[in-house]
Nanobody
């Protein structure tokens, strides 16, 4: 069973940077895809970025392209989301996820989820 635990969320000023981490434990097996999602109160869960852990291929939502970068550290199996030029609109609970359907930003592609870490930008 795959376990995902996010960390790194914080309150930051607009224009600032932050790196979220997702510690991964358990056997990944066919869960070749990992992603970051976010959800603000009253809003739908939104795909932020995803990565094919086999090849490093990534996809990022248009709203974060050029500002956020998803990456995977194969030495410790951690997943990261480097966030720069943060905006108040980025305020949300951020979740990491793993799945086996494909590389995409649809939450339905992912079967394993972390508990979330809060990012607040003011």
């Amino acid at each position: 069973h795959v376990q995902l635990v996010e960390s790194g969320g914080a309150s930051v000023q607009a224009g600032g940077s932050l790196r979220l981490s997702c510690a991964v434990s358990g056997y990944i097996y066919s869960n070749y895809y990992m992603g970051w999602f976010r959800q603000a109160p009253g809003k739908e869960r939104e795909g932020v970025a995803a990565i094919d852990v086999r090849f490093g291929s990534t996809t990022h939502a248009d709203s974060v392209k050029g500002r956020f970068t998803i990456s995977k550290d194969n030495t410790n199996n951690a997943l990261y989301l480097q966030m720069s030029s943060l905006k108040p609109e980025d305020t949300a609970m951020y979740y990491c996820a793993a799945g086996n359907i494909g590389l995409g930003l649809d939450p339905a592609y992912f079967g394993y989820w972390g508990q979330g870490t809060q990012v607040t930008v003011s």
